[in-house]
């Protein structure tokens, strides 16, 4: 693994989240494996967990973080490569991303769609130009298409909870937002349930149907309680639509999910990768119930960022 910006693979997976389980037990084993090593946390959008559970885990690890809130306190960057820089941007990416990468051993980036210029956000433009101008390994801590920091936490909660000698049955559920949401954490999910080979169901109003190439291999299912029905994990988040891109689409039918939407399911549990919009995602009778799997999910994004962190070490 030189950078970790998606799923690679179920043996990869496997041993990623196997690790990040060890280091749940026993968060300091490898504690002098980093010492002398730099990781760059450079975020371009805001972020509470992602921040401070990478820190936790580098610190955990015995290595350095240093935190740059790029699109506040830094120069407004240019991304595109053979502009004439007379407008408004500062310093190229290249310049930037060559600085970065000189100060520290690996650099991790936030760096969120625009969710206007389609065909730049699903090349996952941004993230790619600091992987191809720092020289450095780069961790993904939300991309304009995949948030793998996240699916691999949620690898982890699920495989913590479901002791069953079966695949698990794993329900994406699109949930109401009032504003345009980005895919990253939808399309991550589908990709890493699907190749941790689980029984995946993603229910949605029409319209919403998120890119194939992070689907492939999951069931469609437009009635959400039907969907719910023998679910095991509930995974709920909002996206925008896909096509149109980036817009918010008029639904019929209500997609709040509540205890009522589960029927005789008793045993299924709820996720959501936080942060969420109480009783507009999600209501508080589940947020706060014995469904729900939340605060497991946040905390073991200390563990699946130490996992990657020891296995770039
Ligand atoms: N789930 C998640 O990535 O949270 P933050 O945006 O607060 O980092």
């Not at 970790?4 to 990623?16: C, G, P, R, V």
Request: proline residues 4%.
């Amino acid at each position: 693994m030189i950078n970790f910006t998606k799923f690679e693979n179920i043996d990869l997976a496997n041993s990623l989240i196997e690790k990040a389980l060890a280091f749940k037990t026993d968060p300091r084993v490898n504690e002098n494996k980093g010492n002398g090593k730099r990781i760059g946390l450079i975020f371009l959008n805001p972020s509470l967990r992602t921040r401070m559970s990478t820190q936790l885990a580098a610190s955990n690890l015995g290595v350095e973080s240093f935190v740059l809130n790029m699109d506040k306190e830094s120069w407004a960057l240019e991304m595109q490569d053979g502009v004439v820089m007379n407008q408004n941007k500062v310093e190229h990416i290249r310049d930037a991303a060559a600085v970065l990468g000189g100060y520290f051993d690996i650099l991790a980036i936030r760096a969120f769609p625009t969710l206007t210029n389609k065909e730049e956000d699903i090349s996952d433009f941004v993230i790619n130009q600091f992987i191809k101008y720092s020289g450095v390994p780069v961790i993904s801590l939300e991309s304009a298409i995949r948030h793998p920091l996240q699916s691999l936490a949620d690898m982890v909660t699920i495989r913590e909870n479901f002791k069953e000698n079966r695949k698990p049955k794993v329900v994406l559920t699109w949930a109401p937002h009032i504003k345009a949401i980005p895919h990253a954490v939808a399309n991550s999910f589908s990709e890493w349930a699907i190749g941790c080979d689980y029984d995946l169901t993603i229910t949605h109003p029409h319209g919403y149907e998120l890119d194939k190439k992070f689907t492939n291999g999951a069931t469609i299912e437009y009635d959400q309680t039907k969907a719910l029905a023998d679910a095991d994990f509930v995974y709920v988040k909002n996206w925008s639509a896909f096509t149109p891109y980036g817009k918010i689409l008029s639904v019929t039918g209500e997609w709040l999910l509540n205890e009522s939407k589960f029927g005789e399911n008793t045993h299924a549990k709820v996720m959501h990768c936080l942060p969420v919009r109480r009783n507009l995602e999600l209501s508080d009778e589940i947020l706060d119930g014995n469904r729900s799997l939340v605060q497991h999910q946040a905390k073991n994004r200390i563990f699946a960022a130490q996992a990657v962190i020891d296995t770039m070490l």
